[in-house]
Nanobody, 123 residues
């Protein structure tokens, strides 16, 4: 019912920036919160940032506060993650996800996922 396609990942040096994009199709995009998750090798998937359906409320993991910014343009069915001051610890596969129900800052609330895009930050 919902397809999410991430783009914008790649290799960047520490201190650099990347902007991830997630294009959505299917159910009405503007009716659902969206989130960005990441999973590094050997680690559990973690919620990085989330944004409410209106774009008025956001959530950030402590590890990325002040460096990452989540935004959405509902008219384009797209959510973005601007990543600045990247660190090697940010290296992971980043996933876009669409909320089904429940609190938007809880992983279990999300029911659709993209395939992921690799972000690698070199030291």
């Amino acid at each position: 019912q919902v397809q999410l396609v991430e783009s914008g990942g790649g290799l960047v040096q520490a201190g650099g920036s990347l902007r991830l994009s997630c294009a959505a199709s299917g159910r009405t995009f503007s009716s659902y919160a969206m989130g960005w998750f990441r999973q590094a090798p050997g680690k559990e998937r973690e919620l990085v940032a989330a944004i409410s359906w209106s774009g008025l409320s956001t959530y950030y993991a402590d590890s990325v506060k002040g460096r990452f910014t989540i935004s959405r343009v509902n008219a384009k069915n797209t959510v973005y993650l601007q990543m600045n001051s990247l660190k090697p610890e940010d290296t992971a596969v980043y996933y876009c996800a669409s909320q089904g129900s429940g609190p938007y800052n809880v992983r279990a609330s999300y029911d659709y996922w993209g395939q992921g895009t690799q972000v690698t930050v070199s030291s």
